[in-house]
């Protein structure tokens, strides 16, 4: 490897989130740094557009059972021909395919990105790509490295925790500015103040468990709405409607679909809720980059204990967590966020700086160029997360 790389990076995942803007920001920013990116993605998904329209080399892949051969072949031959020094895979067909033909076309550094904290099953394939295929494994948090590491026998060389860098804007509005402007946006009194979620609306995020936490406690604090932002499917919209409608809360219960700025939303916040749940007692959330905005925002967070909400939600500290769907548990935090207004300020401080210091994606960036370089140098074997 030379000292500006090649690295293409391969996702399955056709959505929007988390995911998909972890691949898109750490490619730009590794742009900006000299080196040459190449987007593998199915077409006409939000990340292979933007990648296109950003300029860089992308390659449509539909990563579908019906043409696995077919994928397979097509990468091997991208990887011979291309020579990347690093290929980057992300989900779990694209994992399968791409680690695979990276070690028949002899790519030097192959890399399991696992964003989500839902358990891996011990199984021979999942053995052969954790323990064979890939070089590195990166993790979004420390729940899912440390289950990693259990249940393959992962050193600590093998396995780093690489939480996602936010990119944040040149400037933020005015807090003030901001509520003004959303209050305006759903036609309501100017003093309205706002509770929100922000990501993918859905059950496996909690959305149902915040509007019931919500109606617990509307009575109580009048001047509040809950706004709730983000993609998701008609059916799971229909179903929040009708919770909304049969707890009498519909009035005050704002969805507002998906929006390509979510900046101003954070800032005219009195509270950024994050309640993913876990199934059957196994969580499935990483670092939520949408907690990291929020904080950077200087919006107060509140989040469940759930993966990996609470490697950056330290209770009382940057943040109030709350048990997994308890919404009685979840009514009482943002009760006490919302009349402890002192504690909730410097929380809030605490958690920006947090994020500034830890979670930017310049941070992440470099962390990953170490882990490139001494892999480079032959030093891969020497190199820990606690030294990073």
């Known amino acids: 490897m030379t000292s500006c790389y090649k690295i293409i990076h391969t996702t399955c995942h056709t959505q929007w989130g988390g995911l998909e803007k972890r691949i898109f920001n750490e490619s730009v920013w590794m742009a900006q740094k000299g080196h040459t990116i190449i987007i593998v993605a199915p077409s006409k998904t939000p990340l292979f557009n933007k990648a296109k329209e950003y300029g860089f080399k992308t390659c449509a892949v539909e990563f579908k059972r019906i043409g696995m051969i077919k994928d397979y072949i097509f990468l091997?031959?991208?990887?011979?021909?291309?020579?990347?020094?690093?290929?980057?895979?992300?989900?779990?067909?694209?994992?399968?395919?791409?680690?695979?033909?990276?070690?028949?076309?002899?790519?030097?550094?192959?890399?399991?990105?696992?964003?989500?904290?839902?358990?891996?099953?011990?199984?021979?394939?999942?053995?052969?790509?954790?323990?064979?295929?890939?070089?590195?494994?990166?993790?979004?948090a420390d729940y899912t490295t440390n289950?990693?590491?259990?249940?393959?026998?992962?050193?600590?060389?093998?396995?780093?925790?690489?939480?996602?860098?936010?990119?944040?804007?040149?400037?933020?509005?005015?807090?003030?500015k901001a509520r003004n402007n959303l209050a305006m946006e759903l036609e309501l009194d100017p003093d309205t103040r706002f509770l929100g979620f922000v990501g993918r609306v859905s059950a496996t995020k909690g959305v149902d468990t915040i509007i019931k936490a919500f109606q617990k406690i509307a009575k109580n604090i009048p001047g509040h709405d809950l706004v709730i932002i983000g993609d998701s499917t008609k059916e799971y919209i229909d179903s929040l409607w009708a919770l909304a409608d049969r707890m009498q809360i519909k009035e005050r219960i704002h969805i507002?679909?998906?929006?390509?700025?979510?900046?101003?939303?954070?800032?005219?916040?009195?509270?950024?809720?994050?309640?993913?749940?876990s199934k059957r007692g196994i969580p499935f959330e990483?670092?939520?980059?949408?907690?990291?905005?929020?904080?950077?925002?200087?919006?107060?967070?509140?989040?469940?204990?759930?993966?990996?909400?609470?490697?950056?939600?330290?209770?009382?500290?940057?943040?109030?967590?709350?048990?997994?769907?308890?919404?009685?548990?979840?009514?009482?935090?943002?009760?006490?966020?919302?009349?402890?207004?002192?504690?909730?300020?410097?929380?809030?401080?605490?958690?920006?700086?947090?994020?500034?210091k830890f979670h930017t994606i310049d941070t992440m960036g470099r962390n990953i160029l170490r882990i490139y370089k001494l892999h480079q140098l032959g030093l891969g074997n020497m190199v820990s997360p606690n030294h990073l």
């Open 147 to 176: 289950h990693l590491k259990t249940v393959f026998k992962l050193t600590g060389k093998q396995i780093f925790s690489m939480p996602s860098g936010i990119l944040p804007p040149e400037t933020l509005l005015p807090k003030n």
């Open 76 to 140: 091997k031959n991208l990887f011979i021909n291309e020579k990347p020094d690093i290929v980057n895979t992300h989900g779990n067909e694209d994992s399968q395919l791409g680690l695979l033909a990276a070690c028949r076309a002899k790519v030097g550094c192959k890399i399991l990105s696992r964003h989500i904290s839902a358990h891996v099953g011990k199984s021979w394939y999942n053995k052969l790509l954790y323990k064979k295929l890939a070089t590195y494994i990166f993790t979004t």
């Open 286 to 356: 990483g670092v939520p980059q949408a907690l990291l905005e929020a904080m950077y925002c200087s919006c107060p967070v509140i989040g469940s204990k759930s993966g990996g909400i609470p490697d950056i939600i330290e209770h009382d500290k940057t943040g109030l967590l709350f048990d997994d769907e308890d919404t009685d548990n979840l009514a009482d935090m943002i009760f006490q966020l919302l009349n402890e207004e002192n504690d909730t300020l410097k929380r809030a401080q605490k958690a920006f700086e947090m994020v500034k």
């Open 256 to 277: 507002m679909g998906l929006k390509n700025d979510v900046w101003p939303y954070y800032r005219a916040f009195d509270c950024k809720i994050l309640a993913s749940r």
